[in-house]
């Protein structure tokens, strides 16, 4: 069985976490097989996606990829990936995916892959800062509580303590504008008819309300 799966996470070997541990199981229970996996990586999101389609699209035989969930109505569309929803129903435990991850698995109705690596979005903050500068925890429930709360904390704290809000630096700060698009209603990219070449085309929709307020909340 091979075993090709591809790893655009920051993080290098995060597949072989899983792979390696899970072969050194299938080789103890099941001696008589003979069970190989090649282990692929590339270290960019554009090149991970130009890899897949060519190799699948010259029917290579490939038994797990990891994708980046944006492109899995594309693939799915080419044909490339398998139609799961029999697997999954027979698993029985959609019951228990959270809803958005499940958003994440379909392409017109039908399931095409499983979350493998999630994450939260959490908030930490002092009650004792909070309750001295005058603010109420639950106002931070909603955006513009969020950012009234950010300029009476700075305005009341100053230099004494810390900056009232902070929000991180990272590589990959640029993810925290999706959630907020998606949290609108708004999308980034949406199947669209009549373009003048290619019929049926991808147009990107997160050019809109909803994604400029998104970006005015991450700005203020």
């Known amino acids: 069985m091979l075993l090709f799966p591809i790893n655009v996470q ?14 050194d199981e299938l080789n103890r229970r099941h001696p ?7 282990y692929i990586e590339f270290p960019y999101l554009s090149e991970t996606r130009n890899q897949i389609l060519d190799r699948l ?3 290579e035989t490939v038994d797990i990829i990891s994708v980046d969930q944006i492109w899995l109505g594309e693939f799915a569309q080419r044909g490339l ?8 129903e027979e698993w029985g435990r959609i019951p228990d995916l959270y809803e958005p991850n499940l958003d994440g698995c379909v392409y017109n109705g039908t399931l095409y892959g499983l979350w493998l690596w ?26 513009d509580g969020y950012i009234s709360a950010a300029v009476k904390l700075n305005d009341f704290f100053g230099d004494r303590v810390v900056q009232g809000v902070h929000l991180i630096g990272a590589p990959h700060a640029r993810d925290l504008w ?8 708004g999308e980034i990219l ?16 997160y050019n809109s309300s909803q994604g400029v307020r998104a970006m005015e909340f991450l700005k203020q």
């Open 10 to 23: 920051v993080d290098p070997g995060r597949w072989n976490q899983l792979l390696q541990p899970a072969l």
């Open 118 to 143: 999630t994450d939260v979005r959490g908030m930490w903050y002092w009650k004792d800062m909070l309750q001295e500068a005058g603010v109420d925890p639950e106002s931070l429930k909603t955006w």
């Open 178 to 185: 999706y959630p907020y698009l998606w949290m609108l209603g």
């Open 57 to 59: 699209s010259k029917g």
């Open 190 to 205: 949406e199947l669209r008819e009549g373009h003048p070449t290619k019929g049926v085309y991808w147009f990107p929709s």
């Open 32 to 38: 008589d097989m003979n069970i190989q996996i090649e």
């Open 81 to 88: 990936i398998e139609n799961l929803t029999q697997e999954f």
